[in-house]
């Protein structure tokens, strides 16, 4: 099957039970400079999990990696088997409550640590199941206000900017590599977003080029300043891991280590509950950041169900739950990488045949055969911290501009950021409710309707 198609047509794939596979270079075609970005920056992101698994889970550095690389295939399994038009990743922001319950004294070793994870990755599974199957979970969307959608994404935005520049923390990034996380930000922000940089690009195709390398410069330079100036070290070793796939499963599957309890599944479900909020905002997210760039790719319609997404995400994490259980890697969508693939994909069919050609080149068509090769793996390692505040910082200004675009007045403006802040600072569910609240009381509705009619 060719993956050539017709204007104004959809992508080429496999349609199965409601879904599209595309398979790589069959159905995609590769797309060098998101795939060479894919090599540093999504595997340096995906590693980020290593010292974690490491240092709580009683996992070795080659069974974390093996783990690793079953999260990075199930976040592909997004785009490639169930056919989602999201640069798919983890839902970052339900990693801190995870830790915290997991880290505490009601969990003393990797075991009971790794039970309790598979429980909450099957309650949020069960969940969006259910949302999915019913179609609750879109007319949920649908029947939202736009404030309330405003606010819940400029949360998200908040919570990765206080994540990013809390420099009260002592393992804050600025504070253990100021220099070269300051490069590789304020370099990767600018390539993404600067419109005066876009405008000179499309005069000079020099400088389009590096436009067109997304967040690649900003790693590569961040690296160099940060060997000069003794931030990062630097210990690359030669030859392939043959990743312990048996060990790996041996350590975390319940299959091996015996299944949660049901006490588990019960304590489980706050936080399942918690990670639904975090899905329901980067579904809304990353449905108007491609709303607001489809109008100029009108040769390739997407599309867009929310009940398969519910269905799909909750396949991924049930499988994850049953091989490599780590509940908030398997979300809908990677806001930054999201973002930077969506920018060039507007730019036209020249730039990007079809935005799941940017999707599989940027995940490196889907199999992280990096993962075997011992020096990017130990090439990337000391990159893993600013990996993630990166990603952070591009998820931060993304939501936000999404964001502010649905506030039409004062008082929604007003009432989308006192709302976001509540559900960035507060417990998820105070917050929530909250925000509602101040929907209901400080925005007129009716008004709004009339407005629109």
């Known amino acids: 099957m060719s993956n050539e198609r017709e204007r104004a047509a959809q992508q080429p794939g496999f349609h199965w039970l409601g879904f599209t596979a595309r398979i790589p270079i069959l159905h995609t075609r590769v797309c060098w400079p998101e795939f060479f970005q894919g090599i540093l920056v999504s595997a340096a992101t995906a590693l980020a999990l290593v010292p974690l698994l490491t240092t709580y889970f009683g996992l070795s550095f080659e069974e974390a990696i093996a783990m690793s690389f079953l999260h990075s295939f199930l976040i592909s399994a997004s785009w490639m088997i169930f056919g989602e038009p999201y640069a798919s990743g983890w839902l970052t922001p339900a990693l801190p409550f995870v830790l915290t319950l997991l880290l505490s004294d009601s969990f003393s070793d990797p075991t009971e640590r790794l039970q309790m994870m598979t429980a909450i990755s099957l309650d949020f599974a069960l969940l969006l199941a259910v949302l999915g199957v019913s179609g609750l979970g879109a007319k949920l969307i649908k029947v939202m206000p736009e404030v309330l959608k405003g606010a819940v994404i400029l949360g998200a935005s908040i919570a990765a900017f206080l994540k990013v520049f809390d420099l009260q923390a002592a393992d804050n990034i600025f504070n253990t590599h100021p220099y070269s996380a300051s490069v590789a930000i304020g370099l990767s922000l600018l390539l993404a977003f600067s419109a005066p940089l876009h405008r000179l690009a499309a005069r000079y195709p020099m400088l389009a080029r590096l436009v067109a390398l997304g967040l690649l410069p900003g790693f590569v330079l961040g690296a160099v300043i940060g060997a000069v100036m003794g931030e990062l070290q630097f210990d690359i070793q030669m030859g392939f891991f043959a990743l312990p796939m048996m060990d790996m499963f041996n350590k975390v599957s319940p299959f091996a280590i015996g299944w949660p309890s049901l006490e588990m599944f019960i304590q489980g479900m706050p936080l399942a509950l918690i990670g639904y909020i975090l899905f329901f905002g980067d579904l809304l997210t990353g449905k108007e950041v491609l709303a607001m760039v489809a109008k100029n790719r009108e040769d390739e319609p997407l599309n867009f169900n929310d009940s398969r997404t519910h269905i799909s995400v909750a396949i991924r994490n049930a499988i994850s739950a049953l091989i490599a259980p780590f509940f908030p890697t398997q979300g809908i969508l990677w806001t930054g990488i ?61 939501c936000a501009y999404v964001a502010m675009a649905k506030a039409k007045n004062n008082a929604e403006r007003g009432c989308m950021l006192l709302s976001a802040m509540c559900l960035a600072m507060m417990d998820p569910w105070l917050g929530l409710i909250l925000a509602v609240l101040m929907s209901v009381f400080l925005v007129d509705f009716k008004a709004e309707a009339a407005e629109a009619d």
Not at 349 to 370: E, H, K, V
Not at 378 to 392: D, E, F, Q, S
Request: charged fraction near 5%.
């Open 338 to 398: 999201h973002v930077v693939i969506a920018q060039r994909w507007q730019q036209g069919r020249q730039a990007m045949g079809s935005l799941f050609d940017g999707i599989s080149s940027y995940y490196m068509l889907g199999l992280p055969f990096i993962f075997f090769l011992a020096p990017v793996v130990t090439g990337i390692k000391p990159m893993m911290p600013i990996a993630l505040a990166v990603t952070l910082a591009l998820t931060g200004f993304a």
